[in-house]
C-alpha cells in the first residue's frame, strides 16, 4: 500500500508584517527542499458554514505524513521558524490525506 500523503495546515496570524516578510521570503525554499508543494498560501477565504474566520491560511502538500513531519524538523525551517514567532501567531497541524 502506498503511503497518504501528509498535509501541513497552518492558521497564522501576523502580528508584525515587517518582519514576517523575512519568513515569507525564506521558507518557501525549506518547503521545495523537502519535497513540499503550496496549495493554499495566503489567499482570500470565504466561510461557507460555521464561524470560523481564519487568517492567513497555508495548506502544504507532502508525500507523505513522515515527508510532513520531517520538513517541520528541517534543520532550514528550525531556523527560520522563530522568525515567524516573533511576527505572528500560528497554529500548525498535519492531516493525513489519500
Same mark, same amino acid.
Given at each position: ?64 505524513? @513522515? ?8 534543520? @532550514?525551517?528550525?531556523?527560520?521558524? @522563530? ?16
Amino acid at each position: 500500500m502506498l503511503p497518504m500523503a501528509g498535509y501541513v495546515l497552518v492558521n497564522d496570524d501576523i502580528t508584525d508584517e515587517a518582519v514576517f516578510a523575512e519568513f515569507r521570503e525564506r521558507v518557501g525554499a525549506t518547503v521545495e527542499a523537502n519535497g513540499g508543494r503550496y496549495l493554499v498560501r495566503g489567499g482570500a477565504t470565504e466561510v461557507a458554514d460555521g464561524d470560523w474566520t481564519p487568517g492567513r491560511l497555508v495548506v502544504i502538500e507532502f508525500d507523505s505524513v @513522515e515527508q510532513a513531519r520531517a520538513w517541520l524538523s528541517s534543520p @532550514e525551517y528550525t531556523e527560520i521558524r @522563530e522568525i515567524r514567532a516573533r511576527s505572528a501567531s500560528a497554529s500548525v497541524i498535519i492531516a493525513e490525506g489519500v
